[in-house]
């Protein structure tokens, strides 16, 4: 099976996978097609960023990592993160966010690249402009691992409620992100080398996601590049726990054993 060279993760936050048949998001629909994906993947409780964030980079329930809410405290055994195993194999990663609290998702020294801009209003162009770094970085330098997060989602979400029409509006703007990151990786040649992961910390309902009812706790998991099977629903359980292991899966790592998560060879080329 080909490996990609490189992997990108995108993490919409607050992305609910229903919402996907009402926004306009033609580039995660051309993932979806050329690629496996779930509409039933499952989040983690609490159904809060930092917990779910931090569940999907080291790949144990918030039980384990020990997070319960949106401020970092230190593990008292800690976890090897997603970063870090890639950065140990010697190879290059990097982080581009507008949500500070996610620095802790790795130890110092795991990034070559950590990218934070506090940007402005979230129903304009932000999640496009940190993708627009991410591109021009990730094209230049090709690490082999880059995580975008895309916030504006959820905090449309709080404003102006879960599959509101702004909610919707901004899930547009998350896939016009996605799709200037792939724009820029076809210009410089790489697009056939490089696996996308598109998923989503949690979901929501109303204006809030914290209950942990299943419009929170649902969310879509979408993984298309080499290796990968095409316009694939998978039918195995998948959880954001399973995006670590999948990405060193795809890079050729071997995961810890510390992490609980799998990799979902459903979505692979047999």
């Known amino acids: ?151 504006a989602t959820d905090e449309v979400g709080h404003r102006h409620g879960w599959m509101s029409t702004p909610y919707l509006q901004a899930i547009g703007k998350a896939d016009q992100a996605i799709g200037l990151f792939q724009e820029r990786t076809h210009a410089s040649g790489d697009l056939d080398t490089t696996a996308w992961l598109v998923t989503a910390d949690h979901g929501g309902h109303d204006t809030d996601h914290s209950a942990g009812l299943p419009e929170d706790l649902t969310v879509p998991w979408i993984i298309s590049g080499p290796g990968v099977r095409r316009d694939h629903r998978i039918k195995s359980p998948v959880s954001i726990m399973d995006t670590a292991p999948m990405v060193t899966h795809l890079l050729g790592l071997s995961a810890p054993s510390e992490w609980n998560g799998q990799v979902v060879s459903e979505a692979l080329v047999q």
């Open 1 to 151: 099976m080909p490996l990609p060279e490189q992997v990108v993760l995108f993490v919409i936050d607050g992305l609910r996978p229903d919402a996907l048949h009402q926004a306009h998001t033609p580039h995660i629909d051309r993932l979806i097609a050329q690629g496996a994906y779930s509409r039933q993947a499952q989040a983690v409780t609490p159904s809060i960023s930092l917990p779910c964030h931090l569940s999907m980079f080291c790949a144990v329930p918030p039980e384990r990592h020990g997070i319960l809410g949106n401020i970092w405290k230190p593990q008292a055994s800690p976890l090897p993160s997603l970063f870090e195993v890639v950065h140990q194999a010697g190879l290059g990663t990097a982080a581009f966010y507008t949500w500070e609290p996610l620095r802790d998702l790795a130890r110092p020294g795991a990034l070559d690249v950590a990218y934070y801009r506090r940007l402005g209003d979230p129903e304009g162009d932000r999640d496009v402009e940190i993708a627009s770094a991410a591109a021009a970085y990730a094209v230049e330098e090709r690490p082999a691992f880059t995580f975008v997060y895309l916030g």
